[in-house]
Nanobody, 115 residues
């Protein structure tokens, strides 16, 4: 059974940084495409960034230049470094793993950015 556990969320002031982590258990981590999604109140869940390998990375336009996704296959962990945070980044952030068209989700971690 594949499990994803996020950590690192919290309350920060605008302009500050946070790093989210997601550790994956129960599968072969290196075979998964990993991603971060977010869902703000009243809005649909949206892709923030995903990473298949070091050279295959995609970002939402709203976070380009501010957020960085990375993965450590030795630690079964994917990270999201979030810099220059804005109030509009406030959302629940979810970790996502995909392999063979099967998706797995974490429970989410709240990120709140105050102005």
């Amino acid at each position: 059974q594949v499990q994803l556990v996020e950590s690192g969320g919290g309350l920060v002031q605008a302009g500050r940084s946070l790093r989210l982590s997601c550790i994956v258990s129960g599968g072969i981590f290196s075979t998964y495409a990993m991603g971060w999604y977010r869902q703000a109140p009243g809005k649909q869940r949206e892709l923030v960034a995903n990473i298949i390998s070091g050279s295959l990375i995609k970002y939402a336009d709203s976070v380009k230049g501010r957020f960085t996704i990375s993965r450590d296959n030795a630690k079964n962990t994917v990270y999201l470094q979030m810099n220059s945070l804005k109030p509009e980044d406030t959302a629940v952030y979810y970790c996502n793993a995909v392999r063979a068209s099967i998706q797995y989700w974490g429970q989410g971690t709240q990120v709140t950015v105050s102005s």
